[in-house]
């Protein structure tokens, strides 16, 4: 990824900074300047959004075959989780056993190197996630919410 | 009075045994850890370095305190193991609490000290009103060559303390340092792993320092141990700590709470920080903190600090005795692998 593309998401990165349509009172990440359920009435109408960095896990897969640069954290658990504001990200679930996280887990965000371009290149900041102490697991797996593609 | 307005600390959630270590290079685990009083450290996981951790610190600083970005005037981050030799940690953590741009910022170095001599900028900066708070951080994730003696306390971790003039939980009465040329242990540039001069880290630098500057401090301030709640020092070990404060006339009630490195190792620049936030947790207004810094090279930063009433409305959940009691074990083999020891080159 080069220098300034990260650099221009820092603030989505590091801070989970997002929007918020004040037409149709939904919350969107990452930050957006149009609302396509809105239309063109969302134009302006979108406005910075810092979110709790709270959520669940909506599902998750536990990676065998690191990708590159994650080799070191193998095997290591991927999720989608879903904030409690309502939007959905892919992020990873650290400092546990990949093994255990189940949906409906509570996660909270927090501030974890994402990677590096090289050995001599930027480093990557940003948010990745944990399980909170206090665990809720849902058993009941059939019924996941809807992911919106 | 100027002092501490808020503090926050991190300790990563993975531990290594001393045993654990001692058993790879056919050492005497039990022997080791007797002789250091450290009996495990804690290991930061791959993603997490001097920045990660200077982040979730002073994050929960800035919430305990409750202030935003606008209230930061200045961050100083002390550490020896800035995940960059060219660009500074402390935009990073200014960036992540939002407190960017109107703030100054820079990265400190001295050893193990460098986060006290961020606290005393910050105290100049502050009494001289050229900001309503700064914040100074010391964080290490430093390691020791495998094998070397070092191996076995180098640990990872830190702490933030927000000094202020408004809303102050501790005043800091007077701080002093003591500071000479003494090569006990170093890294040259683009050196991995440090060297040290063996035993003569001990009385010609870290006792002579922290003793030193201990006794000058408590001559400004006109106290005795016996004034003294607690003491906190550096502590590059189990032992050095206690053999100090003891000469300075302190007892064990004084220091055992502020000693953290027989459970969580040597956290260099943090270990100050968070014995002084161990303390901060369970402290009670009146209560008085000596706390001795030491760094080699070598030098130490005294503090006199007195807890105020403020302290009693603050939010001190999460302490540093919940990190430390949520540390999970890890064997050597992962250890290697979380702290970049193994070569991984000729599958690249």
Known sequence: MSVPRFWRELDTRYNLIGSYCKITKTYHYPRRSFNPKAGRESIGSMKDYQFKGIGKIVNSTVVYQAQTGYEMFGPY????????????????????????????????????????????????????FILSEDIEVEEDNENLPDIEV | MNGIVSYGAYVPCHKIETGEIASVWGADGSAWAKNLNVYSKSVSGPDEDVITIAVEATRQAMKRGNLNGDHIGAIYSGSESHPYAVKPTSTIVAEAISATPNLTAADFEFACKAGTAAIQTCLGMVGDKQIENGIAIGVDTSQGAPGDALE????????????????????????????????????????????????????????????????MMMERAGTEAKDYDY???????????????????????????????????????????????????????????????????????????????????????????????????????TYAKYRGKLNMGATK
């Open chain 1, 77 to 128: 658990c991927m999720a989608i989780v879903k904030l409690d504001e309502g939007p959905m990200m892919t992020t990873q679930i650290v400092d546990c056993d990949p093994n255990k996280v189940k949906p409906g887990m509570k996660v909270k965000s927090v501030f974890r190197k994402l990677g590096e371009d090289s050995e001599s290149g930027i480093l990557h900041y940003g948010t990745k």
């Open chain 2, 152 to 215: 076995y306390s180098a640990s990872a971790g830190g702490g933030t303390l927000i000094i202020g003039s408004k809303n102050v939980i501790a005043t800091i009465n007077d701080t002093t340092s003591y500071t000479t040329d003494t090569p006990d242990f170093w890294r040259r540039e683009g050196q991995k792993y440090p060297r040290h001069g063996g035993r003569f880290t001990g009385k010609p630098a870290f006792f002579k320092h922290v003793i030193s500057c201990g006794m």
């Open chain 2, 231 to 333: 003491i906190v020092t550096h502590q590059p070990n189990g032992k050095f700590p206690i053999r100090a404060a003891k000469t300075l006339g302190f007892t064990n009630e004084q220091f055992e709470t502020g000693l953290l490195t027989p459970r969580i190792g040597n956290t260099y620049s943090g270990a100050i920080f968070l014995g002084l936030a161990a303390i901060l947790d369970i402290a009670k207004p009146g209560d008085r903190i000596l706390a001795v810094a030491y760094g080699s090279g070598a030098g130490s930063d005294g503090f006199d600090i007195t807890i105020t009433d403020k302290i009693s409305k603050m939010d001190r959940s999460e302490t540093v005795e919940d990190m430390i009691s949520r540390m999970k074990i890890v064997n050597y083999a």
